[in-house]
């Protein structure tokens, strides 16, 4: 089953048979802009500009809690323990929500700006997002004593990643490395824990970077741009080792299922 | 917001938005005279990047618009079909629309959250997060090893235009056969989608670019060296010219195409440029050496100068003109040749400084009159062709007045007999425009194969005698 949202519509999909839906909701007044499932898939999430993010039972198709953060939301991001979710809201702040208490907490970095993305890095220890103003906040997420919060955010570090607007955070599959991608054409790769600048990806004359996705052994990026294009990167040595093209318009967003095969 | 990074499509977005939403009309009155996205485009037009898809063509002409078309309109493929009414083809949606409404559930979204207390312990927390291997191998680094060196389709700019993976927007399929293939693959066409307001030059671009994953040994060269004409379902071409590659490919409602190199018919193209692009490779090279003086030997195969001679002779009688310089004693006047299937005409054209000189009149010669065409002078940088031309005695009579017979008194001196009842022209020229000059009239000539050019063919063989 696949899953797509936008204007004003969120609609479920056969993966086998993509022509129709097979589940329509019905009633959106405004875009969504970003959903997603646990790795049981057992419910799912929806954030959008109504300012809510949702939980739906995938098996009864009700819509089970719901989250009011007061502004329109950018982004929604699963904590990997599967019960918390970060969101992050055109207000400039960034929620830390717990599902189960309903419990959250509300950060605020940068008030005039906007939140464009929130990412929390796989092993659980951080969590990042990025503003409009090319800002890319971190915050340490340890194990919190009060039973509030699962995980208690303490800010961590600011970095000045991009000139303006970044448009994507994402952590590797390794938790080592993040890259921030921008309206500048780059997608900047920085090590983790110390958020320092390792490699930046740059063609000339690249329009907007929307999306990157990692491999699942965090050696190769795919970046998805407006020119229609999407690259698989070589990150470490930045060459580009594929293009994929046939898109007519901007590639805005892009997803990756990688797969394990041999350990060494 | 994916757009907001296309200048284009953001002039166009706030003009709009401007003219829509002032309720006034004053907006519009002020825009109206001012369509900046179009002074854009014009100003960038080299960068294909900056035109937004689908903005650009708006033009007033509805009637190349695919869109413009009633969609109650409906044609039937074959005449012997009864239109359907409206209200038979409404039902018949709205009964699609029903099956499909069937398969689909439907959930209203409420603003409310209900049976909180089922879902008490619905969400269980991961107290353990395992981290992925160090030393793994994931799918897509293996599969990048197996396969390192992949070559790059140097028309995949032009994929996007394949129609095959997009849907709600028009698409159009058709057949296309390559020319370029071998004999035993040319006669099978390639299916092809495309979106309907392509141009004619990315389908080419797009041809190539499935033809050269489906036959990777194939050698192309850059797209504006092929042209796409109407062809028969069995692959025969139409006698029609290319098709010109701005148009949009939405005009043309034919079902099979073929792709076909082009002769080099510009002096931009040079002509080592075009020979090079020897395109199949049926072993059947070399020996065709003599075929033409200047002519690289075994780069040029049969087929191709067969495809040459034939398009030779499918252009010859559609018309053109040259600009070249008319000899006349010491003095050259510059004058646009026309050459058309019927007549050729020599029309002089103005100089500032022709006061001194009589003017030159326009002349026209019906093609019977036309006895030969040959290369006289032959330098590096230009070529001087001289044509001959005469009148049968017995029908210098019936001559309009503004045929040869009336026109040779207007400038005499340029005019030589050589034999008895042929005069010439030398027209001096480039080397290209020459040969193109030549082999258009010498097909001509072939065509017709009048009386006077029989006549002039012996009467030289009997000179050729005599010395």
């Not at chain 2, 953001?10 to 003219?19: A, G, M, T, V, W």
């Amino acid at each position: 089953m696949i899953a797509a949202c936008g204007y004003q519509c969120l609609r479920l999909y056969d993966i086998v048979n993509c022509t129709n839906p097979i589940i329509n909701y019905e009633g959106i007044q405004k875009n969504i802009t970003r959903l997603g499932f646990p790795e049981d898939g057992t419910w799912m999430f929806t954030g959008g500009e109504d300012c809510k993010v949702r939980i739906w039972d995938m098996l009864s198709q009700q819509q089970i809690r719901s989250f009011d953060c007061n502004s329109p939301i950018n982004s929604v991001c699963l904590h990997p323990n599967q019960v918390e979710i970060a969101i992050a809201s055109q207000s400039g702040g960034v929620f830390l929500w717990n599902v189960n208490n309903k419990e959250h907490e509300h950060l605020v970095p940068d008030q005039n700006a906007s939140v464009q993305d929130v990412a929390i890095s796989p092993d659980g220890k951080f969590m990042a997002a990025v503003n409009n103003r090319g800002r890319c906040y971190i915050w340490d997420l340890k194990c919190s004593s009060d039973q509030k919060l699962i995980s208690e955010p303490k800010a961590k570090k600011m970095i000045a990643a991009h000139v303006r607007y970044a448009l994507r955070v994402k952590f590797s599959p390794n938790s080592k490395f993040m890259v921030t991608t921008s309206f500048d054409g780059t997608a900047k790769i920085w090590e983790v824990p110390k958020f320092e600048l390792v490699k930046e990806l740059k063609k000339p004359n690249s329009q907007w970077v929307w999306d990157a996705a990692f491999s699942l052994d965090s050696k190769y990026l795919f970046t998805a741009s407006s020119d229609g294009l999407c690259r698989l990167w070589n990150w470490k040595s930045q060459s580009i080792v594929r293009e994929y093209s046939g898109h007519t318009k901007a590639i805005t967003a892009l997803s990756f299922r990688d797969e394990i095969i041999c350990e060494n | 917001m994916a757009t907001y990074n296309n200048p284009h499509w953001l002039l166009s977005h706030i003009r709009n938005s401007f003219i829509s939403t002032d309720e006034t009309g004053m907006c519009e009155n002020v825009m109206m005279n001012q369509d900046l996205p179009k002074h854009f485009l014009q100003k960038c037009e080299q960068l294909e990047l900056n035109c937004y898809p689908g903005l650009d063509e708006q033009s007033d002409d509805e009637d190349f618009d695919l869109t413009a078309q009633s969609f109650d309109i409906m044609f039937p493929e074959h005449n012997s079909y009864r239109f359907r009414s409206n209200t038979a083809q409404r039902l018949e949606k709205m009964d699609i629309a029903r099956k499909k409404a069937s398969r689909m559930k439907s959930i209203k979204v409420c603003s409310e959250s209900s049976n909180d207390n089922d879902y008490k312990n619905f969400f269980v927390a991961k107290t353990e997060l395992v981290p992925p291997p160090d030393n793994m191998k994931s799918l897509l680094t293996d599969q990048l090893i197996k396969t390192p060196v992949q070559p790059k389709n140097k028309f995949a700019q032009y994929a996007k235009y394949d129609g095959t993976s997009h849907t709600g927007i028009v698409t159009k399929k058709f057949k296309v056969f390559i020319n370029m293939l071998p004999d035993d693959k040319r006669s099978y066409p390639l299916p092809l989608c495309v979106i309907a307001d392509t141009k004619i030059l990315d389908i080419i671009g797009l041809i190539c670019y499935k033809c050269l994953i489906q036959f990777p040994g194939l050698v192309l060269g850059d797209v504006r060296n092929y042209g796409l004409y109407i062809a028969e379902d069995n692959g025969e071409m139409e006698a029609l010219p290319p098709l010109d590659v701005r148009e949009s490919f939405a005009k043309f409602k034919f079902s099979h195409f073929t792709l076909v190199e082009r002769r080099s018919n510009s002096t931009t193209t040079s002509r080592n440029d075009y020979r090079t692009m020897s395109i199949t490779s049926d072993g059947d090279y070399g020996g065709e050496g003599a075929s033409g003086t200047e002519r690289k030997p075994n780069t040029l195969n049969k087929n191709e100068i067969e495809i040459q001679k034939m398009f030779d002779r499918i252009e010859a009688p559609l018309y053109r003109t040259y600009r070249v310089y008319c000899r006349n004693f010491f003095f050259r006047n510059e004058v646009q040749l026309g050459v058309s299937g019927e007549r050729i005409e020599i029309d002089p054209i103005p100089q500032k400084n022709s006061k001194l000189w009589k003017k030159q009149k326009a002349v026209s010669y019906n093609i019977d009159h036309i006895a030969f065409i040959e290369l006289h002078e032959e330098r590096t940088s230009k070529s001087v062709l001289r044509m001959w031309y005469g009148y049968p005695q017995q029908t210098q009579t019936q001559l309009t007045p503004n045929e040869a017979p009336a026109t040779m008194s207007v400038s005499p001196q340029h005019l030589h007999s050589y034999f008895n009842n042929f005069k010439y022209y030398d027209f001096e020229t480039d080397k290209i425009t020459a040969q193109q000059i030549l082999s258009k009239i010498n097909c001509l000539l072939e065509i017709r194969s009048s009386f006077i050019h029989k006549e002039f063919l012996t009467e030289r063989d009997k000179k050729k005698e005599k010395k």
